[in-house]
C-alpha cells in the first residue's frame, strides 16, 4: 500500500487554536496504531495525539511551536 | 437526547479524599489511576489532597521564573518538578486544596475548553457562597478575584482520560508564592482566608467545592478509602 494516512489535529471541543509543544516520535520511527505521536497544549491543557495507524512516520508537518487548528494536517505515516 | 433523560444518567464517580500527602506520591497515584481508568478498569475518580511545600514546572515553563536561588528553595523545603501537564510553574503547599480528577471527556462532550470551564465554574460557584465574585481573564486559565489569582488550572489528557487538575487557595502561606512568577506572569496570588479573614479547614471546602463541581459535571460523588488506592504505588 503506498496510501499515506493523514494525522490530522482531532475535535477537541471549542478549542480554537493549539500550539504543538512536542514530538514524542521522530521522522522515519515505526509506530504502532494508538502511539503517543505528539503534544499540543491550548489553555493549560496538554492534549496527547496519538497513531491513528500502523506504520512508519515518514513526514512531520507542524513541528514544535507550530500553530494548529482542528483537522489540520499534522503528519504522515506511510 | 431529552433532557429530562439527564438525570438518570448521572454517573457515580469516587473521590478519594487523600488528606496531606506528598506531591511526587500523589503524581505516582494519578499514574496508575489514569491507566486503570483509560483501560475501563476503573470508574471516573477525583482525587483531593493538600501537598506538601513544593514547585512544579509544566509544559510550557521554565526554571526562570523561580525568583530565589535553589539554597532558599532547599531552606524552605521546596521541591521543584517538571511535570506533563499544561502551563507554566505553580506552587502547591500547605493551605491549598487540589483537585485532580481522572476523568473520560468521551463522557463530557470531548471538549477540553468546556472541562476548563467547568473546573473554573466550581471555584466561582463555591466563592459566591462567600459573598466573594471570582471570575475569569481572558486568555488567562484559573479563577481571578479581581486581578488577583484565588485557583490554577492546569491538565494533562491522555486517551482522552484527565490528570493533574485544579488548585485552589484556601489559606496558603503566600510569600512561597513571591518565590516564583505564577503560571510564568508577574501576577498577585490571593487566599480565601486573606478575602474572608476567616481560615477554613480544607476537608469542609474540598467538600463544598465537590458539592458545586456535581451539578456541574453530571456526578454524584462516592466518598471511598484511598486505602486499597494505594497499593502497588511506591
Known amino acids: 500500500m503506498d496510501e499515506r494516512t493523514e494525522v490530522r489535529l482531532p475535535d477537541l471541543g471549542e478549542v480554537e487554536e493549539v500550539t504543538v509543544t512536542a514530538w514524542l516520535r521522530q521522522e522515519g520511527d515505526t509506530i504502532e496504531e494508538g502511539d503517543d505521536l505528539l503534544e499540543v497544549e491550548t489553555e493549560k491543557t496538554t492534549f496527547v495525539v496519538e497513531a491513528p495507524q500502523s506504520g512508519r512516520l515518514v513526514r512531520i508537518v507542524k513541528k514544535q511551536g507550530d500553530r494548529a487548528r482542528r483537522d489540520e494536517l499534522l503528519a504522515e505515516i506511510d | ?234
Open chain 2, 1 to 234: 437526547m431529552s433532557s429530562w433523560l439527564r438525570s438518570t444518567e448521572t454517573r457515580i464517580v469516587t473521590h478519594l479524599p487523600l488528606g496531606r500527602a506528598d506531591y511526587a506520591s500523589v503524581y505516582l497515584l494519578q499514574r496508575q489511576l489514569h491507566d486503570l481508568r483509560a483501560a475501563g478498569k476503573i470508574r471516573d475518580t477525583v482525587i483531593t489532597v493538600e501537598h506538601d511545600p513544593v514547585l512544579t514546572i509544566g509544559r510550557a515553563g521554565s526554571v526562570a521564573n523561580i525568583l530565589v536561588p535553589p539554597e532558599v528553595l532547599e531552606q524552605e523545603g521546596i521541591t521543584v518538578y517538571e511535570v506533563e501537564r499544561g502551563g507554566d510553574i505553580t506552587y502547591h503547599g500547605p493551605g491549598q486544596l487540589v483537585v485532580y480528577p481522572i476523568i473520560d471527556l468521551r463522557d463530557q462532550g470531548r471538549d477540553l475548553r468546556r472541562y476548563i470551564r467547568n473546573l473554573e465554574q466550581g471555584v466561582i460557584d463555591l466563592l459566591a457562597e462567600f459573598g466573594i465574585k471570582g471570575g475569569r481573564r481572558p486568555g488567562f486559565p484559573g479563577v481571578w478575584v479581581g486581578v488577583r489569582k484565588i485557583a490554577s488550572v492546569g491538565v494533562y489528557v491522555k486517551h482522552w482520560v484527565t490528570r493533574h487538575g485544579l488548585a485552589f487557595n484556601v489559606a496558603v502561606n503566600r510569600a512561597h508564592f513571591g518565590m516564583i512568577n505564577p503560571c510564568g506572569l508577574p501576577i498577585e496570588v490571593t487566599s480565601l482566608d486573606e478575602l474572608t479573614g476567616e481560615v477554613y479547614p480544607l476537608e469542609e471546602i474540598a467538600r463544598s467545592l465537590l458539592a458545586r463541581m456535581e451539578p456541574l459535571f453530571e456526578w454524584r460523588l462516592v466518598e471511598e478509602d484511598p486505602g486499597p488506592y494505594w497499593k502497588g504505588v511506591e
